[in-house]
């Protein structure tokens, strides 16, 4: 069943048909893990994790129930939940590294434009670093990766008005942060 909605393929899922997970997982993995190396800037700490969060929505998915919330706000929150975890274990703080918007712009050939890239995203790292850990989470959830206020209101378990708050305070901050680069 080709182009079959979340919703399809998780009624499909929580009916035994292998197939449907597996839908499931390559329509999801590679955002999910770009969120979390995002938040913990590590690409064999981020494969590792990844692959806790598909066990645990597999163990989860029993459990879901199409109730208003949309799977992939879901998934993002049992992400969120794994990365938060993960560093309650190791008592450090999250960073926004983004390691993923890297390899932009590799195919340039030119080497002015690939530093001045490199420049580019080193000062945007920097300036997300800046934020409250909160505002990085809900920048980076809505504007790199591109979740609806909605589905990241969902995914870190706050309401839509707070997202929006945390939002413009984050870009306002983030602008701030850049000007000052």
């Known amino acids: 069943m ?32 770009r969120y979390v190396r995002s938040r913990v800037g590590d690409q064999s700490l981020a494969e590792d994790l ?18 208003g919330i949309p799977f992939r706000a879901w998934l993002y929150r049992i992400a969120h939940n794994r990365v938060v975890d993960h560093y309650r274990k190791e008592s450090g703080c999250p960073s926004v590294p983004l390691c993923h918007a890297e390899s932009m712009g590799e195919t340039e050939s030119n080497p002015a434009s690939i530093i001045d890239h490199k ?31 909605r589905e990241v209101a969902l995914a870190v378990g706050k309401t839509v008005s707070a997202v929006k708050s945390l939002q413009h305070r984050g870009l306002k901050a983030l602008r701030v942060a850049l000007e000052q680069a």
């Open 2 to 33: 080709l182009n079959s909605s979340d919703a399809d393929l998780v009624k499909r899922a929580q009916g035994g048909e292998v197939n449907a997970v597996g839908e499931l997982y390559d329509r999801h993995h590679e955002s999910i893990f």
């Open 50 to 67: 990844t692959g806790e969060i598909f066990t645990r929505m597999l163990v989860s998915l029993p459990d879901y129930r199409l109730r």
């Open 119 to 149: 420049l580019t995203l080193e000062r945007v790292r920097r300036a997300l670093d800046s934020l409250d850990p909160s505002q990085q989470e809900v920048v980076v959830l809505r504007f790199l990766l591109g979740l609806s206020l």
